[in-house]
């Protein structure tokens, strides 16, 4: 018995070194622990516990707490991630978000559910430009906090986002360019398990608006609608741009969120704890993380524009601040000071803000420091 017990974890172990193997087939976590003996992958324990819910369709074992026979291995090793991508994953649109394992458990599911229940990518589609899409999404107020139903209606044709008060409105409460918008799941934020957090630019400042839906196909079929609507949008917008460049212009998740103390630019200002938020080359600062406009934002360029950050030590209760680990950023106009709140929490926001400001700048970039300067 102990002989076949061996051999059996021997096997299980060649199969999960194999190309392919290394990696959950769902997500990409490193060194999965679980697989589906019908389906024949190799899954993390996060996605695993996804596959057991879909009861006719996966049957997931441990690979090492369970016993598997010789007809299951064989099947692995026949089959495996690479195999399984080439039927369930054959024709994924190129703008469909694909979960990782940082992202949060609603993407992650339906992502499953797409691939294996509904079979969405294993024919081709015929792909139509001149994305619509109308429904109803639960909307924050902006003073109340509370969710009521919106009429939403995104549209590639006119490139904007809108939502209505009512559902026979003539006038929409708000519309965004959807080259402007970002989507990011935000279910700790919110406090809403399908929480969207949806972002737009207008007169050079940046809103936020948080919305749900309480059926999670939906919720996501919404966030790859507006990514659909803004491929194909830029695709006209710049003929030149490669696929990769305008993928990159989708919707994204922050660089880095998180509570920082700052301090003004007078010499007598005094430290304030806000929320901050870096998307890209924007870093945003709210009162409250919920909050529907920043109170101000900072443009990071590149270093060799004169865009710098450095480490700093701030004397306990200079400022009346609370945090000692500083942070110095230095921008043409104005240099900022922030503190965190630990060593690690600043450490993290370095390298946050190195890795942006060490990117060269694209064209667009130019132009929207030159709002952030000239205020136009």
Partial sequence: MSGERDRNRMSIKNLTTKKGNTMCVDCGAPDPQWACCNLGVFL???CSGIHRNLLEISKVKSLTLDHWDENQLKFLETHGNDAAKAIYEAHIPEYYYRPTYK???????????AKYERKEFMNKTTTTSNVIKVGNLYKRGRDNGQYLPRKFVLSEIDGTLKYYTKPDAKEPKALFKIDSVNATFQPEKTGQAHGLQITYVKDNRTRNIFVHHPEAKEIVSWFNAIRAAQFHYLLVAFPTATNKQILSHLTRNFLKEGYMEKTGPRPTDGFKKRWFTLDHRRLMYFKDPLDAFAKGEVFLGNSEQGYGVKPEIVPLGQGNCTWI????????ERTYLFT??????????LKAFTGVISQPMLLREYAVEAKFKYKF
């Fill in 340 to 349: 965190c709140e630990s060593e690690t929490e600043r450490e993290s926001w």
């Fill in 44 to 46: 993390c324990v996060n």
């Fill in 325 to 332: 680990y500083g942070i110095r950023i230095s921008t043409p």
């Fill in 103 to 113: 992202d949060c458990h609603v993407l992650r599911e339906q992502w499953i559910r």
